[in-house]
């Protein structure tokens, strides 16, 4: 009977993160003029990235790591985290205004998980943003005559980016839900976007950093969230190694988005607001 009931609220609880999920996705397809802005950013952002790059590996600077760059430059590999990092929504916003406005105590009253419905209407934006980038991209290389990755890199790119905007995500929402005890999440949500920046290797490799530096990189959550997806323009042969950190962080920051949320709760109905 226990396990009866479990699956049963398994499956509420599935069902009802698919229908956020899908409203997520309906709010940012029905805004479509910000997602063609969104759209436009990116393909200016990668002909300045690229033309930097390209120009990097042409001069083949003396004293300079120019020389480890892959032979078709950095364009692919940019392009790549561009395309994740773009697609990321801004879930801490999202939980701060809730938390702080006082909305979140009418989400509570509901049978459904607040969390897991806020986590799963973005991922539903995220989703509608990474097809629409994808396309824009694919297009982009098209016209632009560069050679193609192989076959191979493209189911691969495309199963580890949706995983890295989750990685994305859950950043994140560990930067929103400081709302219950912060008055401005901001400051945590430079820290995690910085850093995304520096060890998830938005701009450049990990492996062209300095070796401990590198290892360090490849071990966090930032590189699961742009490095290793970015890393199958390059060599696809490490499919299963971006695979195995990006799901291991997946069930940590999970964890520790609950763990946040149940003590952040606690000390709501404790004293009765934030």
Known sequence: MTSTLAAAEARRGASAAWAALKVGAGETLAAWPVLAGRCVFFVILLLVLSALWDKVAAEQLPGTLAYALPAGGLALYIGATEWVTLSLPATHLRLEDDIRS????????????????????????????????????????????????????????????????????????????????????????????????????????????????????????????????????????????????????????SAACLGLWRAGLAKVLRRGGV
């Open 102 to 253: 006082g909305g979140l105590e009418p989400h509570l009253l509901r049978p459904k998980s607040y969390l897991l419905q806020v986590l799963s209407q973005n991922l539903g934006a995220a989703c509608v943003r990474l097809t629409a980038l994808g396309i824009t991209a694919l297009a982009l290389l098209a016209a632009s005559g560069r050679a193609w990755p192989p076959a191979e890199a493209f189911p691969r790119l495309l199963m580890l980016g949706v995983l890295g905007v989750v990685v994305g995500v859950l950043l994140y929402a560990l930067a929103g839900l400081m709302a219950f005890w912060a008055r401005r999440v901001l400051p945590f949500q430079l820290v995690i976007q910085k850093l995304m920046f520096l060890l998830g290797g938005l701009y450049a490799p990990v492996t062209l950093y300095p070796p401990l530096m590198e290892h360090v990189a490849k071990a966090s959550p930032f590189a699961a969230h742009l490095y290793w997806p970015a890393a199958m323009t390059m060599e696809p042969d490490l499919f299963l190694i971006g695979l195995g950190w990006q799901v291991l962080w997946i069930v940590v920051l």
